[in-house]
């Protein structure tokens, strides 16, 4: 346990001694703004419904651009060696990478309260959906960090793994988008494999256990295999 | 405890259809500094890399401290520092941050680890760089920190993956004296493809080539093992000829030849003289020129070098010995 906060301690610290994390950041909340408040005044409702549906979207994007790194850039430079070769198995150095970026993530969710904050200020905002709308993007936002992870395990270059995690969380998200083309059989399920059909549920106020176990093992298998694949090293 | 440190057996990697290393066998004891010696690619890094446990052999095994490398892999990287081939190093931390990581990973804390910290900065001299960034810092003030940080836990066993390859001579000769000083107390093995460093730092010397080990022995040893040691003396010319000295030197009682060199300077004649056996001809050489009225400039003795024995063994010639 010490030794996976030890690392996800400095992962989380090394986010801050370069450019990712501040431009992931700005990126996030400066497209949240735009979205967000552009439509927020045609409803007329004071809630936060609108900013969920819309982070979903933009984390989707973005988180993959913060994962790419963890382990791709570690193989490229040569420090993953001198990580691995110190007392600690493998499982140990995943769970720290992901706790590092998961800890950064939730610095960023806190700085998206801004807006329900500044909605609550407009109007008389119901905090129950806002709360559980949190636990789904925390949710979400941890299936695709464990996606990207395990995307930055399989190169080492930054980019394929930026491209590769993107691609894949694009398709889950999207997935419950074309169900009106599909026969209702193939519908339901491809519906019930999409990031965003659990999401809005939560989005809405609805937190399902299904909903929450749903996301809890697409990140525990996605961190299985980001294991094999730094395993796998071992014997290639 | 045993008294070896790192025990390998038929070590055998395959990369493919490449093979690395093939069948390597060889131990290193307690308070050892040895020195893995080779060519570019004949498999030191392999062999270092499979005892860090960073990978796994496809045949034979290895123990460290008494610890196997498939069973017990944590016990081994806890005995273990490395020092990795070009120190690859978080260049974004600072110098400080980066060994308080190392420490912690090593289980160190609170002021055990500030105390182990205080005498690895003080052993490496890290005392000046200490806040500034490794991204800044010079390649030797680089290497002493991969340094510290193999050293933070005070491992019983050090592996140091070509410590002084692309350091300016100074800090060559400073990196080669800290791991003397390391050596003291620890068993290291260390690979270089400069054969200088090895006669400085290193006890015993492990060449090897092609994936396999083609010699186990001290660096003296392995001189000596090479051939007869030959003088070769400088004097002035004067007004003799090459046949007078050769006369001279030829009445040396243990001098199988002598013979005149090319290459001298103007006024001056090169002769080099070489034993019957091993001795050492340098006070009869001196007699000799003394009797005969000769001048002697210089005398100097030349034994086969180590980088014979290298370029040998390690040239294909050496699968045979």
């Known amino acids: 346990m010490n030794h996976i906060l030890t690392i996800g301690g400095r992962q989380f610290r090394s986010y ?23 439509t927020f005044f045609l409803f007329g409702r004071a809630s936060a419904r609108e900013m969920f549906r819309w982070l979903g979207l933009i984390l989707v994007f973005a988180l993959p651009a913060l994962t790419m790194g963890l382990l791709a850039e ?31 993530y939730a610095v960023l969710l806190v700085l998206t309260l ?34 990207g992870l395990m995307a930055s395990s399989w190169t080492s270059n930054q980019l394929i793994a930026l491209f590769v995690a993107m691609t894949l969380s694009v398709f889950f998200w999207v997935l419950d988008k074309f169900l009106a083309l599909l026969p209702t059989s193939a519908a339901s399920a491809l519906e019930w494999l999409s990031f965003d059909y659990h999401f809005q549920s939560m989005a809405r106020g609805v937190v399902d256990l299904r909903d929450v176990l749903f996301f809890l093992s697409v990140t525990a298998f996605a961190l299985a295999l980001a294991f094999r694949a730094l395993e796998s090293r071992r014997w290639s | 405890m045993t008294d070896v440190m790192i025990d390998a057996r038929d070590l055998t990697k395959h990369y493919g259809p490449v093979t690395a290393l093939k069948n390597a066998s060889f131990q290193v004891n307690r308070g050892e500094v040895v020195g893995f010696l080779g060519p570019n690619g004949a498999g030191k890094t392999t062999a270092m890399k499979i005892l ?66 205080r005498r ?17 810092l010079s390649k030797g003030f680089r290497q002493r920190v991969g340094l510290a940080q193999a050293l933070i836990h005070e491992p019983p066993v050090l592996i140091l993956d070509e410590p002084m390859s692309g350091l300016d001579p100074n800090q060559a000769s400073e990196i080669r004296e800290l791991i003397r000083e390391i050596g003291r107390e620890r068993t290291v093995l260390l690979s270089t493809h ?20 083609v010699a186990d022995d001290t660096p003296d040893e392995l001189a000596a093992r090479a051939g007869k040691p030959r003088f070769v003396a400088t004097l002035r010319q004067n ?12 009445a040396i009682g243990d001098a199988q030849s002598v013979n005149e060199q090319a290459g001298a300077a103007a006024g001056e ?40 024995i290298f370029r040998e063994l390690t040239t294909g010639a050496g699968a045979s010995s």
């Open chain 2, 120 to 136: 690895v900065v003080e052993e490496t001299s890290l005392g000046d760089v200490i806040g500034k960034s490794i991204g800044e």
């Open chain 2, 239 to 250: 007004d003799h000829s090459a046949s007078d000295i050769r006369e001279a030197f030829s």
């Open chain 1, 74 to 104: 570690e193989k490229r430079t040569g420090t993953i060696e001198l990580l691995i070769t110190m007392p600690v198995t493998e499982a140990q150095v995943i769970l720290g990478k992901f706790v590092g970026v998961l800890g950064l």
């Open chain 1, 114 to 147: 801004a807006y329900p904050i500044s909605v609550s200020t407009l109007g008389n905002l119901d905090w129950g959906p806002v709360w559980s709308g949190y636990l789904g993007l925390f949710l979400q936002g941890s299936a695709v960090l464990a996606i």
């Open chain 2, 52 to 117: 860090t446990c960073f990978i796994a052999p496809s045949g034979g095994t290895a123990s460290v401290g008494g610890a196997d490398i498939f069973d017990d892999t944590i016990a081994v990287r806890e005995a273990i520092g490395y020092l990795p081939e070009s120190t690859p190093l978080y260049t974004e931390m600072l110098v400080l941050e980066y060994l308080e990581f190392a420490g912690k990973m090593r289980g160190l804390s609170g002021s055990g680890l500030q105390a182990r910290l």
């Open chain 2, 194 to 213: 400069n054969l200088a460093e090895v006669r400085v730092t290193c006890g015993r010397v492990l060449i090897i080539s092609q994936g396999e080990i």
């Open chain 1, 16 to 38: 801050f001694n370069g450019p990712v994390a501040y431009i992931v950041i700005c990126i996030v909340m400066l497209t949240l703004g735009f979205f967000f408040w552009n």
């Open chain 2, 269 to 308: 004649l090169v002769v080099e003289v070489v034993p019957k056996g091993n001795q050492d001809l340098r006070a009869d050489i001196f007699q000799a020129a003394v009797s005969a009225n000769l001048v002697l400039l210089g005398l100097e003795q030349r034994g086969e070098d180590l980088e014979d």
